[in-house]
């Protein structure tokens, strides 16, 4: 429980500077709600995806966690991905299509095992050099303080029209 803490301090802490002047829980983990505590590990996990350590969320996550992105068929990075070797995988698919510009968690609610977190990103396709924008939700389940399930919501459309290179030499 130690190590647990004193990791997502570090996050907490990574995450302030990130985005200073937005509220990031800081109560001390034994007087925190387990939804607090939910809300806390999905923002390390954000906090950690914005310093590019997948370690660090891998770390945040069940062995037998489900990773769930839409899109199939169109968007490298859809599917189904279970346990921590296809969460790398997601992440690699992720790497390899966009270039973040913009990746902004806003807001966060809790209920039970479940926290949805609604926010927006603004990314660079690779493969087009096209820019896309889409607000999004996550919707993540916990089991014992760790991610089970992470299922996220967003404009597949978009994602796909920026992806696809017969629309962006069309433009040209």
Same mark, same amino acid.
């Given at each position: 429980?130690?190590?647990? !803490?004193?990791?997502?301090?570090?996050?907490?802490?990574?995450?302030?500077? +990130?985005?200073?002047?937005? !509220? +990031?829980?800081?109560?001390?983990?034994?007087?925190m709600t387990?939804?607090?505590?939910?809300?806390?590990?999905?923002?390390?996990?954000?906090?950690?995806? @914005?310093?590019?350590?997948?370690?660090? +969320?891998? $770390?945040?996550?069940?062995?037998?966690?489900?990773?769930?992105?839409?899109g199939a068929?169109?968007?490298?990075?859809? *599917?189904?991905?279970? *346990?921590?070797?296809?969460?790398?995988?997601?992440?690699?698919?992720?790497?390899?299509?966009?270039?973040?510009?913009?990746?902004?968690?806003?807001? &966060?609610?809790?209920?039970?095992?479940?926290?949805?977190?609604?926010?927006? &990103?603004? $990314?660079?396709?690779?493969?087009?050099?096209?820019?896309?924008?889409?607000d999004w939700?996550?919707?993540? !389940?916990?089991?014992?303080?760790?991610?089970?399930?992470?299922?996220?919501?967003?404009?597949?459309?978009?994602?796909?029209?920026? @992806?696809?290179?017969?629309?962006?030499?069309?433009?040209?």
């Amino acid at each position: 429980m130690k190590s647990e !803490r004193v990791y997502l301090e570090q996050m907490i802490d990574a995450a302030d500077q +990130i985005h200073p002047g937005r !509220r +990031i829980i800081r109560r001390g983990i034994e007087s925190m709600t387990r939804e607090e505590q939910n809300i806390q590990t999905a923002q390390a996990g954000y906090a950690a995806f @914005l310093c590019g350590d997948i370690p660090a +969320i891998l $770390a945040l996550c069940d062995e037998r966690v489900e990773w769930i992105m839409p899109g199939a068929g169109a968007i490298p990075t859809a *599917g189904i991905k279970k *346990g921590h070797s296809g969460v790398l995988d997601f992440f690699g698919a992720v790497a390899a299509t966009w270039q973040f510009e913009v990746f902004e968690p806003r807001e &966060y609610v809790a209920s039970g095992d479940r926290v949805v977190v609604l926010g927006h &990103y603004r $990314a660079r396709s690779r493969k087009t050099g096209r820019v896309v924008g889409s607000d999004w939700a996550m919707a993540w !389940r916990f089991r014992d303080g760790k991610c089970l399930r992470l299922q996220e919501f967003t404009d597949t459309a978009v994602l796909a029209a920026a @992806l696809d290179e017969s629309a962006a030499s069309a433009g040209r």
